[in-house]
């Protein structure tokens, strides 16, 4: 077929017989994965279960002693940076579990620290008042 004298009565190659996809398209394009696979699950660090549990039966035993096992909060807030070196140096799961231990740790050890201050500032404002009066009242 010969060419017009003026230019292509098609110029975008809307009736090209050599262009299957029409309307000067570009083939579709294809991804092509090898070898990938399916990504292994990253473990999680067992001092990091360890923490978040530690810490979540530290927040109950808190609430329900007011504040009477403060070793726990300190086991807590042990095994929580523990685990964040850990997963720091192997790359392992867990650091949202460490980090929820050391949080629970932390706030549970704060509200031991200041229930015992309380308990005994009033232990030792009593102990005082009763070495310090000399028997006969004031009022």
Not at 38 to 52: E, L, Q, R
């Amino acid at each position: 077929m010969a060419q017009p004298p003026y230019g292509s009565s098609d110029p975008y190659g809307y009736n090209n017989p050599s262009d299957p996809y029409g309307y000067g398209q570009q083939p579709p394009v294809q991804h092509h994965y090898y070898g990938g696979g399916v990504p292994t699950p990253v473990s999680n660090n067992g001092m990091a279960t360890a923490s978040m549990i530690i810490g979540i039966i530290n927040v109950v035993l808190t609430l329900f002693t007011c504040g009477f096992f403060g070793v726990l909060g300190v086991l807590g807030i042990i095994f929580g940076h523990i685990a964040q070196s850990q997963i720091k140096r192997t790359g392992e799961g867990g650091s949202g579990m460490a980090m929820a231990g050391l949080v629970m740790g932390y706030i549970t050890t704060l509200l031991v620290l200041i229930a015992w201050i309380f308990v005994f500032g009033i232990y030792g404002w009593a102990l005082w008042n009763i070495n310090n009066s000399s028997g006969t009242s004031t009022y």
